[in-house]
């Protein structure tokens, strides 16, 4: 009866490591949007700029803000990687939940060879130290070079960048697809 009791336990352990491990890969894959969506988005106001202003010979200032709107966006890519800087599981290193903190350790030692590489080069790390980090470090170790890093501060500020960026974005757009640059008395 006690064994069948510890067989469940570290069927549930397990468990919460592969959770973990998932949610750490879709991170990474939501990065990876975030930052290609930053470009594209960028990609796309010059895009937009060019149209307007080769295409259809629009030379009104308001058409010129279409490229300051593309650098934005371009520079939201910095906030993608603030946001993203820590991962999750590293964070998790750092709550009080003690089981959530066995389990993400245990992801990371799961995923040494994929996170503590991204890891390192986020906290500007040199290549030789990196690679034998990456070999060798223990939790305490992590945890203090994370611990800085590791408070929610850009997450906040990056869910607040998106909702405000986005609704400026929108708006920007919507002034541009309306936007008529003859007189009033003209229209």
């Given at each position: 009866m006690e064994r069948a009791t510890e067989h469940d336990a570290a069927r549930g352990e397990g468990a919460?490591?592969?959770?973990?491990?998932?949610?750490y890969r879709r991170e990474v894959v939501l990065r990876g949007l975030f930052t290609i969506a930053c470009r594209a988005g960028a990609l796309a106001f010059v895009a937009l700029y060019f149209y307007f202003g080769i295409y259809l010979e629009r030379?009104?200032?308001f058409y010129v803000t279409l490229n300051l709107a593309g650098v934005a966006t371009g520079l939201s890519s910095f906030v993608v990687i603030l946001y993203f800087e820590?991962?999750?599981?590293?964070?998790?290193?750092?709550?009080?939940?003690?089981?959530?903190?066995?389990a993400s350790?245990?992801?990371?030692?799961?995923l040494r060879g994929e996170l503590l590489p991204r890891l390192f080069d986020a906290?500007?790390?040199r290549p030789e130290e990196r690679d034998a980090l990456v070999r060798s470090i223990d939790r305490?170790?992590?945890?203090?070079?994370?611990?800085?890093?590791?408070?929610?501060?850009?997450?906040?500020?990056?869910?607040?960048?998106?909702?405000?960026?986005?609704?400026l974005a929108a708006l920007y757009l919507a002034l541009v697809a309306?936007?008529?640059?003859?007189p009033p008395g003209l229209r």
């Open positions: 919460a490591v592969d959770r973990i491990v998932a949610e030379t009104e200032v820590i991962p999750q599981v590293v964070r998790d290193l750092h709550g009080a939940d003690a089981s959530r903190a066995d350790w245990a992801a990371i030692e799961r906290l500007w790390m305490p170790t992590l945890v203090r070079m994370t611990a800085e890093r590791a408070q929610d501060r850009w997450r906040r500020r990056g869910k607040i960048y998106l909702g405000v960026y986005g609704t309306f936007y008529d640059p003859r």
